[in-house]
């Protein structure tokens, strides 16, 4: 006599059967392998109507969140570290290059020139930071005339633009150029850290949880060269105390330094991005 089949077991091999001749073979396969690990959950966790009900309840709520200018979805995606995941994936990098992360919404094409060591800081509000950047491939050799964006938010937490009307146009974004040795030198001001919207059903989950909805101080960088991978990145204040518990699972160790007090008043930091060469053909991520 054989192995009683499990409801989950007979559901899933069930969906599979179905969707066996689907015009979309890799949905079906796809939708077929969720379904099953669905099954498989709501079997082990032994999931009743009250609690298919609050999920319900919760995606709706998620759904009417969602509009035009917010994507509740989106959000989740990021709290649960699916939007961390996939970037990883579809990015992956030989051993010892810098990790590749997301670019964020507020991420903007067109940002200023700027000569090495000139500030990006336009109105001047907040406490100084000099970075000494270094660019390299991965056998340790400088890689020059690589351009790097860097975009952040202010010493209050805000883009700019999120607050248009509270600082200038392109305040804190510009565009540096590395000179043969693979160096340059940004001006600008220490970031503060900032809250990924809470105030709709993901932040009330993330409250339930006991998760917190603050993101570590950091900066963004986009690196790019012909030749090398495009390099979408961080670069995280490590005395946050945030640093731990980043609701975007961005923070990685190669992505951590920490601004030093200095002596000209302000702070100062070091840090060396290593790019990985383009697959042949191409030079995007």
């Given at each position: 006599?054989?192995?009683?089949?499990?409801?989950?077991?007979?559901?899933?091999?069930?969906?599979?059967?179905?969707?066996?001749?689907?015009?979309?073979?890799?949905?079906?396969?796809?939708?077929?392998?969720?379904?099953?690990?669905?099954?498989?959950?709501?079997?082990?966790?032994?999931?009743?109507?009250?609690?298919?009900?609050?999920?319900?309840?919760?995606?709706?709520?998620?759904?009417?969140?969602?509009?035009?200018?917010?994507?509740?979805?989106?959000?989740?995606?990021?709290?649960?570290?699916?939007?961390?995941?996939?970037?990883?994936?579809?990015?992956?990098?030989?051993?010892?290059?810098?990790?590749?992360?997301?670019?964020?919404?507020?991420?903007?094409?067109?940002?200023?020139?700027?000569?090495?060591?000139?500030?990006?800081?336009?109105?001047?509000?907040?406490?100084?930071?000099?970075?000494?950047?270094?660019?390299?491939?991965?056998?340790?050799?400088?890689?020059?005339?690589?351009?790097?964006?860097?975009?952040?938010?202010?010493?209050?937490?805000?883009?700019?633009?999120?607050?248009?009307?509270?600082?200038?146009?392109?305040?804190?974004?510009?565009?540096?150029?590395?000179?043969?040795?693979?160096?340059?030198?940004?001006?600008?001001?220490?970031?503060?850290?900032?809250?990924?919207?809470?105030?709709g059903p993901v932040g009330e989950?993330l409250g339930r949880l006991g998760?917190?909805?603050?993101?570590?101080?950091?900066?963004?960088?986009?690196?790019?060269?012909?030749?090398?991978?495009?390099?979408?990145?961080?670069?995280?204040?490590?005395?946050?105390?945030?640093?731990?518990?980043?609701?975007?699972?961005?923070?990685?160790?190669?992505?951590?330094?920490?601004?030093?007090?200095?002596?000209?008043?302000?702070?100062?930091?070091?840090?060396?991005?290593?790019?990985?060469?383009?697959?042949?053909?191409?030079?995007?991520?």
């Amino acid at each position: 006599m054989g192995i009683p089949q499990t409801p989950a077991r007979r559901i899933a091999d069930q969906f599979a059967d179905r969707v066996r001749n689907a015009p979309d073979r890799h949905l079906a396969e796809r939708v077929s392998r969720l379904v099953a690990a669905l099954a498989r959950l709501v079997e082990e966790e032994r999931v009743d109507r009250a609690d298919l009900r609050a999920l319900i309840r919760f995606l709706t709520e998620v759904g009417h969140a969602s509009d035009a200018r917010r994507s509740e979805w989106v959000l989740l995606a990021d709290a649960l570290g699916i939007t961390s995941l996939v970037e990883a994936q579809v990015t992956r990098r030989p051993a010892g290059a810098t990790p590749n992360t997301i670019a964020g919404p507020f991420y903007r094409t067109g940002a200023p020139k700027r000569r090495d060591g000139e500030s990006i800081s336009i109105d001047g509000l907040g406490d100084r930071l000099v970075l000494g950047l270094e660019v390299a491939d991965l056998d340790g050799e400088p890689v020059g005339g690589a351009r790097i964006e860097v975009w952040q938010a202010n010493a209050e937490g805000l883009y700019e633009n999120q607050a248009p009307d509270l600082q200038p146009e392109q305040n804190l974004r510009g565009t540096y150029t590395t000179g043969p040795d693979g160096r340059a030198l940004v001006t600008t001001v220490r970031p503060k850290g900032y809250a990924i919207p809470h105030d709709g059903p993901v932040g009330e989950l993330l409250g339930r949880l006991g998760l917190s909805p603050e993101r570590p101080a950091h900066l963004h960088f986009r690196i790019s060269r012909p030749g090398f991978q495009t390099l979408t990145t961080h670069l995280f204040d490590g005395d946050d105390p945030a640093l731990g518990a980043d609701p975007l699972f961005a923070v990685e160790p190669a992505l951590v330094t920490r601004f030093a007090p200095c002596g000209a008043g302000g702070y100062e930091a070091r840090h060396r991005f290593i790019l990985a060469r383009a697959h042949p053909g191409r030079e995007d991520a």
